[in-house]
T-cell receptor, first 115, second 111 residues
Framework: GGIITQTPKFLIGQEGQKLTLKCQQN?????MYWYRQDSGKGLRLIYY???????QKGDLSEGYDASREKKSSFSLTVTSAQKNEMAVFLC??????????????FGPGTRLTVL | QQKVQQSPESLSVPEGGMASLNCTSS?????YFWWYRQHSGEGPKALM?????GDKKEGRFTAHLNKASLHVSLHIRDSQPSDSALYFC???????????FGTGTKLQVVP
């Protein structure tokens, strides 16, 4: 089995600040994802990456940047933190890049608080 | 607009009872379904997939898919307090699309 590690677990920032969230996976999966989950609600896709150096926008990409530095890591940057985006950010990965009905494996999440 | 709708929003069942959750895709391109479960403070974990019409059973969990109506249901037999969680349906199409998650159903199993 593998594991997805997200750092930090809790992130507190000031309004307008640039903040970076990191994700590492050791499944050797091709595809990685970033989701936002607002207070016990559904998941909305921010960015995904089918392979190293690939980036694809999801439904909620405005206000965010992403970077796939290598196959095992995927970073998400909040370009200017806003109070209405306090949420849990979930990273996930799946095998079979481009085959999007594959099972996704999730990390434990990063909880973002904006002061 | 929400492509994947789930109902009910929340559900309470007694321990040992049957829980039934529903999910419908509004886009005919999205007809491959997964069910995920998320316990409080954790990331979602996949329960089961269903890609063909009919029933699929895994232990106490049975999924049913009707491709004509793009409706999938999840039935949990002999519900346990540990089944209390948020349940998500995710739908996707062929290669070139990505999974869309529903808004979730919060299940509470009461001892």
């Amino acid at each position: 089995g593998g594991i997805i590690t997200q750092t930090p677990k809790f992130l507190i920032g000031q309004e307008g600040q640039k903040l970076t969230l990191k994700c590492q996976q050791n499944f050797n999966h091709d595809t990685m994802y970033w989701y936002r989950q607002d207070s016990g609600k559904g998941l909305r896709l921010i960015y995904y990456s089918i392979t190293e150096n690939d980036l694809q926008k999801g439904d909620l990409s405005e206000g965010y940047d992403a970077s796939r530095e290598k196959k095992s890591s995927f970073s998400l940057t909040v370009t200017s933190a806003q109070k209405n985006e306090m949420a849990v950010f979930l990273c996930a990965s799946s095998m079979l890049g481009g085959t999007n009905y594959a099972e996704q494996f999730f990390g434990p999440g990063t909880r973002l608080t904006v002061l | 607009q929400q492509k994947v709708q789930q109902s009910p929003e929340s559900l309470s069942v007694p321990e040992g009872g049957m829980a039934s959750l529903n999910c419908t895709s509004s886009d005919r391109n999205f007809q491959y379904f997964w069910w995920y479960r998320q316990h409080s403070g954790e990331g979602p974990k996949a329960l089961m997939s269903i890609f063909s019409d009919g029933d699929k059973k895994e232990g106490r969990f049975t999924a049913h898919l009707n491709k004509a109506s793009l409706h999938v249901s999840l039935h949990i037999r002999d519900s346990q307090p540990s089944d209390s969680a948020l349940y998500f349906c995710a739908a996707s199409g062929l290669s070139g699309t990505y999974q869309r998650f529903g808004t979730g159903t919060k299940l509470q199993v009461v001892p």
